[in-house]
């Protein structure tokens, strides 16, 4: 694949378009669970300071979702203007989990957005917080019809081929509690939480280290250290590990791939460093710790690991090299998460997380970095999948469309780059706003209001 080849800018701006799109939405999937608690705590404890949280938390959630919306609906219309020939073959399928998403998950959490940003009053405690659960719901069902049917393009299951030789489901049951759907759900949602409680907690640093809003600061970064450690270990096991399984037992040269392992054999380690050369077919100056892929990804030491000279080139994952750093790069920086959160932890049980102005420093700066392993998580799932969009049935050469020259995509992706680079700016002047303005700004304008009407009786 060539920058000259139509196939390469279309899967270049679908990329793109993920990618920058994803950046929203995992947040809000994230953070949902969060006002969740706070609202129950508020209602259970009646401390105000819960309602705060939530009331400055969900503005936030409410700009994520509205720039999630925007970024998403272009993907949606590529499958019709880029990937027109792979939507004929499988969008029995396919588009019925995309239209579920937005029937059902979307209108669910669209719905109940409003009401929780605003409806506090109207609602009352308990339906406000029956508003966070919907919302809460909402965003993680819409993630769950969405990796369904990505789930099928890596793992097809419960589907038959009509006399047109297209896709149609043929088992919803067996469609949609695809096995692999099913870890794959559940590493992808925590992996979410994982960004929601560096985001929490990076702004409970930031109004520590500026020494404003002492009891919200507190509170944050408490609840997104104690969450942030807790998701980041359930990221690696065990749904990490039984996402590897997966991969080892239906995707063998994925795997292969993604450790650069060009010969197979038993007592298979996975590579702490190394570069793979593919033109050698081999792994550049390896250390390896032995053994431990046979057992990630088969359960035993001993387990044979399929080295990819064992498959003919053509059904090798097109960009090993790309794949091999984003696995690798996600794997170190999960690490580096569990190391940090359990750290942040161990600083506040000896009281001191407030005031270990180095560690706030740390967490605050962290907050880009669960994206960053999100998006690497993602490029291992996608680069793996190749050179196939239906793992072992529909290549990707096959599905672009044929009439969309790579001219016309390119342009489409400057307009696309140039009108997100817009949006992000706006996104981010409104969030700094939110941050700016604080989580005790509506109170102080509330306490100011009732104090000038005390005022005006006297």
Known sequence: MSLSDPAFWSRFQFAFTLIYHYLFPQLT??????????????????????????????????????????????MEFQFGTNWASFSRYAGGTIGQTLAMEGMFAFFLESAFVGALIWGEKRLGPRYHFLAAVAVALGSWLSGYFILVTNAFMQHPAGYQVDPRGS????????????????????????????????????????YALRQLHPVQAQLYLRAGTWAGLVASLLVAFPTGDQQAKMVGK????????????????????????????????????????????????YGHFGSYVHGLNEFPTNVWPDNIEILYYSFHLMITLGTVFIVLMAYARFEDWRGRLGSNTLLLWVLMLALPFPYIANTLGWMTAELGRQPWLIYGLFHTSDGYSKVVSGGDTLFTLIGFAGLYFVFGLLFLYLVGREIALGPDHESAEQETVLGSREGDFA
């Open 250 to 297: 239906h995707q063998p040269v994925t795997l292969a791939a993604m450790e650069g392992k060009f010969v197979g054999g038993p007592d298979a380690g996975v590579a702490m460093i190394g570069q793979p050369n593919v033109a050698a077919r081999r792994l550049d100056n390896p250390i390896e710790m032995p053994g431990a892929l046979s057992f990630l990804a």
């Open 29 to 74: 999937m994230g953070l949902s669970w969060f006002l969740v608690y706070w609202k129950w705590r508020a209602l259970k404890t009646g401390d105000e300071k819960y309602n705060r949280a939530v009331r400055f938390w969900a503005k936030i959630f409410g700009l994520n979702f509205a720039v999630g919306v925007v970024t998403g609906i272009p």
């Open 167 to 206: 896709l149609v489901i043929g088992s919803f049951r067996a469609y949609l509690l695809n096995p692999w759907a099913l870890i794959q759900f559940s590493h992808n949602q925590i992996a979410a939480l994982v960004t929601g409680s560096f985001v929490v907690t990076a702004i409970g640093a930031f």
